[in-house]
């Protein structure tokens, strides 16, 4: 199940293999550990995140990949980075539950000399991190808006009903998600007439959905922020039996691929958060143990921080993106 | 018919039963006598397949039997009703009496079946007013008891054990019950009938066996013509008769306890009465005649309408408010009511006075202990160890630790409901000495029993109650047994 | 001595618990009333629909048949935490590949197996391992889960082209009712003859109520509490099928904290955590509020906090609301 | 009459308690044995270092302290499903920029205020509501939950500079271990004093094995139970302070599913959820087998499903290592 968006190779073949660096990077150098630590994989987003992490850091000789136990309680992942900090590795690559609440024991690990490379969610202090590589949540959002605004203007719309599923309501990924969905609206003069939260999964998304179908009898657009629970949000539009409006979606999974695909579907549309990032990740890592920079770049050292962009896939250019859809 | 040789049965720490022998004949009421803790109920439960014993033999109608469980046992012809009693609350009379064994067709159970039968035992019994349809729970002890006795006689038993099926009883009701058993004697029923009520052995009982600390003491005896105080120095190994202390003849002092028109509704009405200092004032009255119901009134457990005075101080209706201004109320029902099974010995005793071996909440443990232990001999509980959980004494030494439980704190009035329900012989005259004595230091003790002689033997001052009125009060040396069970039936009262 | 005040010739008519079945209820329809009279001022439009009303009973249904296999474990005097996960497990065993390649039918017959299994292993732990059902169940939450997860991979598996005949529990409706409705109904409808007309049931009250009364009575205890897991299990089975039906998908994620939903709502409907007293009605009773109340947040476009927040009093009132039903009945 | 073969003079030394104290935990000591031995042998440059004793402490104590106010409240037959939403409210109110300003020491008060607050109330329904502790707690948990989300905006509040002192419980170490391990310390020492040498410890196995007994008894049951919540609500105000030492934030996130942890602990820890039974001891040796699974896992580098199919597993384990003791002691 995918937790949050991306896309990705599907995930019956583990992970994706990375492409070659140029410059020469790829060749052995010293030998370095670096320390993965994630939250539990009990999503499928998640989950593609620790395996791309495994596969990037096997394509090297030189690298020993340490995980530790994925987990959601923070008070465990802080006891798990302790750990890492305490086996002394190279680096560390972190994605925290709640980059605020990890802040602490990431400036432990830069203070015990490990550079931190900060994947996804952020820590608030820039000393607690070498290099954040992530997703762009407040991008998604505009990326979603700017599709349904756009459509529902050259329609000819007005005072649309425009409904928002979003994912785990405490996390700020969702609510960066949000406030880029609602400015992006706010360009055409929309904006959110209901909005309710899930958890990531394909059955809260139906009962979310069920019920957000029974308040609002008509509806023009819907945004899902998942594409895993999107699969329940479906399933209660199907047994519904509504089509007026149209749908899009948020990760860009093998299965919302599919269904943009076949063009008879209100889902139209997804927007891309790829768990490519944890490959990325893991390269950067290596790098910065190395003490190399990114041969791309002209720069000696791996720049700060890093923000992948998110796409929007539609029935348009999807056979481009199918190969990377993640089976959530 | 019944033959067990050489029972042995031990519990951790305890031998329940250090070989025992029984023999019981077909149509004969065999009675089973012992002091508390002697292992009746020990035996009973090895015959009814409950216990398994270490050591020795049951014969029924020539062949060896082992019930390893209760149905095994059931299905051999032995029906039991157990000591405490085993009913399930949630379930209706109908159900409970059929338990285990009620008429099905394809898993349903036939309901027409289930409650014609068990009418049709009810009305044997001669309670064919208690509805089958009744849920069990709503019933009071005595139509409980009731329930349990139906559940006996539902099986086609060749024998029927009764544990004490008279300890939750009133007078006319254990007449009823003696009517039912000589209808299965009569049938060949053989009935093993255990009760620490001799007289009722002299009535109802043919040959009686007597267990001492779980070995065979006397067997066969014929249960009419054997002296009483032979039958109690085979049980206690001395020489005491069912005896009273004497009253001590000073006069009472000043109202401790003063009741001014009581009432809840449905229950009792309009009682009023008083307890003098160093008396003992007993309620006499039919089972389900509302003395608990008073008693608990007076002490604050129960909502009522009307006044209590406690040394004409109002008392407030909360248990921790009575016990601090003086009160204790030792319940019918200990296991429900009185004690924390899973506690020991001295946990349960000192329970109600706490706060005497505390100091800002800080408990002086060794003074605890060493209280307790001084009660534990004081009352000749068995085994004499404070420490062991109170869950492995027998019923009767349950009940002195639920008296000692008063006997720590300075009371101004006791409030006993059947003290002495499971407590031998032996024990008993003990119980009414330390009542008697408590009452002579001052002490004002309010007193039920549904055992009139125990009323009239041990108090100064009978109240009798029927239908929750007080119908009588005189001195009890102006009553006689007779005319107080005529008062609490027919309410003839002058 | 009367015992009883009643005349001789009392006890007429209804069944043997008819009596007391229906006052105690009142409460919860009291609740029930409150809440539709709330739906009805808030959002008249939406709320008293047919297609509304179709729509609350199709989300009570899932948690509504682990709510009656939850019912009977409780009133056996047990508890079931593994029900969200066992219904997880079977769902996603039920959608495995291979399973599906066998269609429709053995993927019910799969996912009521697997339930069954799991509530059998709790049971044996329970009844013959003797342990306390807290633990047990909770240890086959953890491990349930876990075993759900490394056989769907993490993954939503969806339900494969051929097999939509499960699906179709959920689309398919008869007098404008799904399928997986009428289940729902069925399944309370038995749990409720099962538990008041059969001897299985009768007997559930006296293990729950009193264990050594009903042991010495010759029931076997064990047995019948090992029986009352893998019927907590069966139900979740069924359950399985309809979250299949209605997400098209089994997951590992599915039923996550159902177990507090169903404890929660048997408890509500006056079925005692210590158990021998209950009733099925009640439980549907509260399960249905518990639907309700969700509803009514999400018409009127609230946010999950203050849905939290009222969720919580809304408990407090409704359970107050019956207290002097509840004061009667227990001793 | 001897029905006892010991001497009149048993039963000497130790306290009430004392006999029946030791050997039941044995079962738990030879669990957490066993998993060190797990330790040691699979990753035995990691497993017995200080430092690593030190954060299986650290990770405990939180819970820990929790544990400690919920052994209480089963023992006195009760339960409380809402210590993890409360710690949670607890550390969002004890982070608002309001409270903030006042400095840590306010804050520290603020947290244990809230937390005896929310207890306080849960009590009140209880003791005085007569609500079933499950369904009161439960309410409890859901709208603790809601309002920290209010409070907090969803946010995650971070510890503003000038109130590091509270951060300081976690960095600051004496002999090496952190501040948070001796708190954690002290209020196990504390629990064990209260509840077995004073008389509202032994008050709360009366409450809990016997309600009615200790009612006619002379004991006030109402204030007691209601004083018992507060109690628990108490320690989850010290957990926030905890929790919020660890993370440096408070959230309306913190402590989610931390009811079901402390539960399991002290049930694993041999206390009877009927009440009138149990030990601290035995509670915070169940939390320590946990914790150190955890850690097992954590420095093994298991994945999330393996993990959760061996938890369970484990948990059936260590229950049966100690079902022997179980079974001498329940009737
Ligand atoms: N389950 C048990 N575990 C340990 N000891 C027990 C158990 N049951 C009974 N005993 C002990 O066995 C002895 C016999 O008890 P039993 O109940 O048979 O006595 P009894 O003759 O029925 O006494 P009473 O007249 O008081 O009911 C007592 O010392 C009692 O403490
Ligand atoms: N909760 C109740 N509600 C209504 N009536 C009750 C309740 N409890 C008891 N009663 C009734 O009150 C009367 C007195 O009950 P109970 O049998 O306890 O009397 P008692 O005189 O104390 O008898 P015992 O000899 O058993 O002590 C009975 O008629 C009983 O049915
Ligand atoms: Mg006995
Ligand atoms: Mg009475």
Not at chain 1, 239 to 246: C, D, K, L, T, V
Not at chain 2, 400 to 422: C, I, Q, S
């Amino acid at each position: 199940t995918s937790n949050q968006p991306a896309a990705q190779p599907s995930a019956q073949s583990a992970a994706p293999a990375p492409a070659p660096a140029a410059g020469g990077n790829d060749q052995p150098g010293t030998k370095v550990v670096i320390g993965f630590s994630a939250p539990a994989a009990d999503h499928g987003w998640i989950a593609a995140i620790a395996k791309n992490a495994e596969a990037a850091a096997k394509q090297y000789s030189d690298v020993e990949f340490k995980a530790v136990e994925p987990t959601n309680d923070i008070n465990a992942q802080i006891s798990a980075v302790e750990s890492l900090i305490a086996a002394k590795v190279n680096a560390l690559v972190i994605l925290p539950n709640d980059g605020q609440q990890l802040n602490q024991i990431a400036l432990q690990a830069t203070a015990a000399g490990i550079p931190v490379v900060n994947l996804d969610r952020v820590f608030p202090d820039k000393l607690a991190y070498r290099t954040w590589i992530g997703g762009d949540n407040y991008g998604m959002g505009v990326a979603a808006g700017h599709y349904v605004g756009k459509k529902l203007k050259d329609k000819g719309v007005t005072n649309p009903v425009i409904v928002e599923i979003q994912g785990i309501a405490t996390l700020p990924l969702t609510q960066d998600r949000t406030k880029g969905f609602a400015d992006a609206l706010k360009t055409y003069g929309f904006s959110v007439t209901a909005k309710q939260d899930a958890q990531f999964t394909v059955e809260t998304g139906n009962k979310v959905a069920a019920n957000l179908l029974q308040a609002h009898k008509k509806i023009d657009a819907m945004w899902n922020h998942d594409d895993d629970q999107g699969v329940g949000v479906l399933a209660a539009i199907k047994e519904a039996g509504r089509n007026e409006f149209f749908m899009v979606g948020g990760a860009g999974s093998a299965n919302a691929m599919r269904e943009i695909q076949s063009g008879d579907s209100v889902l139209e549309a997804t927007v891309t958060y790829s768990p490519t990032m944890a490959s990325s990740a893991i390269k950067l890592a290596r790098l910065i143990a190395q003490g190399k920079g990114m041969s791309d770049l002209v720069e000696n050292q791996v720049p700060q921080s890093i923000t992948l962009a998110s796409e929007t896939i539609t029935k348009e250019n999807v056979q481009k993106y199918l190969p990377l859809g993640f089976e959530s | 018919m019944l033959i067990m040789r050489g029972i042995v049965k031990q519990f951790p720490g305890v031998r329940a039963l250090d070989g025992v022998d029984l023999d019981v004949r077909a149509g004969e009421v065999h009675c089973l006598l012992g002091q508390n803790g002697a292992g009746k109920s020990t035996l009973i439960k090895v015959l009814a397949g409950v216990h398994r014993p270490d050591a020795g033999t049951i014969e029924l109608n020539g062949t060896t039997i082992a019930p390893s469980n209760p149905v095994d046992a059931i299905r051999l012809g032995v029906a039991t009703m157990y000591q405490e009693l085993d009913l399930v609350d949630g379930l209706s009379v109908a159900e409970n009496i059929m338990l285990g064994h009620e008429p099905t067709r394809l898993g349903f159970t036939r309901r027409k079946a289930l409650r014609s039968t068990a009418t049709e035992i009810l009305t044997r019994l001669g309670h064919g007013e208690i509805r089958p349809s009744k849920e069990v729970g709503r019933l009071s002890p005595a139509a409980k008891q009731v329930i349990s006795m139906a559940r006996a006689l539902s099986h086609d038993a060749r024998v029927i054990v009764m544990d004490e099926p008279s300890a939750a009883l009133a007078h006319d009701e254990v007449a009823n019950l003696f009517r039912i058993i000589r209808e299965l004697t009569a049938q060949g029923v053989a009935v093993v009938y255990i009760s620490h009520r001799l007289e009722e052995i002299r009535e109802i009982g043919d040959r009686v066996t007597v267990l001492k600390d779980g070995r065979t003491v006397a067997v066969g005896l014929p249960a009419g013509d054997t002296p009483t105080s032979q039958v109690v120095s085979l049980m206690t190994g001395r020489n005491v008769e069912y005896v009273f202390p004497p009253r001590s003849g000073a006069a009472p002092g000043a109202d401790v306890l003063r009741v001014e028109n009581l009432s809840a509704p449905g229950v009792f009405a309009d009682v009023s009465f008083s307890v003098r200092a160093g008396e003992i004032v007993g309620l006499a009255g039919l089972v389900g005649s509302g003395r608990s119901e008073i008693l608990e009134a007076v002490y604050g457990a129960r909502p009522a309408t009307g006044r209590v005075l406690l040394d004409g101080r109002p008392v407030s209706r909360s248990t921790a408010r009575a016990v601090r201004q003086g009160m204790g109320l030792a319940p019918e029902e200990r296991k429900a009511q009185a004690l924390l099974l899973d506690q020991t010995v001295t946990a349960n005793i000192t329970l109600g006075s706490l706060d005497r071996y505390a100091r800002f909440g800080w408990l002086d443990r060794a003074r605890e202990d060493a209280e307790a232990r001084r009660l534990v001999q004081t009352l000749d509980i068995r085994p004499a160890d404070p420490q062991r959980p109170i869950k492995t004494l027998s019923g009767g030494n349950q009940q002195k630790a639920v008296l000692a439980r008063w006997l720590l704190n300075d009371r101004k009035l006791l409030l006993l409901d059947e003290p002495t329900r499971g407590v031998d012989v032996g024990a008993r005259a003990e119980l009414y000495a330390v009542i008697r004595k408590l009452a002579d230091d001052g002490i004002g003790v309010l007193l039920v029993s549904s055992e009139v002689p125990e009323v009239l033997g041990l108090a100064d001052r009978v109240l009798v109650v029927r239908e929750g009125r007080v119908i009588h009060s005189a001195s009890a040396q102006e009553l006689d047994e007779h005319t107080v069970l005529d008062m609490i039936m027919e309410g003839s009262a002058a | 001595m009367k015992t009883d005040g009643a005349p001789a010739t009392a006890g007429v008519g209804g069944g043997v618990f008819a009596r007391f079945g229906e006052v105690r209820h009142l409460g919860l329809v009291a609740a029930l009333v409150l809440l539709a009279v709330v739906g009805l001022v808030t959002v008249p439009d939406n709320f008293a629909t047919t297609s509304n009303l179709v729509s609350i009973l199709s989300l009570a249904a899932t948690i509504g048949v682990i709510t009656v296999g939850m019912t009977f474990v409780i009133i056996g005097g047990g508890i079931d935490l593994s029900v969200g996960a066992v219904m997880a497990l079977a769902s996603v065993w039920a959608t495995t590949l291979a399973t599906q390649s066998y269609g429709p039918f053995v993927m019910g017959l799969c996912a009521v197996l697997v339930g069954t299994g799991a509530g059998l292993v709790n049971g044996l732990l329970i009844a013959y391992g003797r342990m306390v059902p807290f633990i047990a169940t909770l240890a086959m939450l953890v491990a349930a889960r876990g075993l759900a997860q490394r056989m769907s991979d993490r993954k939503t598996q969806l339900i494969q082209q051929g097999n939509e005949a499960v699906v179709a529990l959920s689309t398919t409706r008869v007098l404008g009712v799904p399928l997986l409705v009428y289940i729902f109904a069925l399944v309370v409808a038995v749990g409720w003859i099962v538990l008041n007309r059969t001897t299985f049931g009768r007997r559930t009250y006296a293990v729950g109520g009193n264990p050594e009364a009903a042991r010495l009575a010759g029931i076997d205890v064990r047995r019948h509490t090992m029986l009352l897991y893998a019927l907590s299990g069966f139900c979740c089975g069924i359950a399985a099928i309809l979250i299949m039906a209605r997400t098209t998908t089994g997951s590992s994620t599915h039923g996550d904290l159902y177990e507090l939903d169903a404890i929660a709502a048997v408890i509500i409907g006056g079925t005692l955590l210590t158990g021998g007293r209950g009733t099925i009605i009640g439980s549907i009773l509260g399960l249905l509020i518990f639907t309700l109340i969700t509803n009514l947040f999400i018409l009127n476009g609230l946010n999950t906090s203050d849905q939290l927040i009222a969720k919580g009093l809304i408990i407090v009132i409704a359970v107050l609301l019956q207290r002097r039903n509840l004061k009667e009945r227990a001793p």
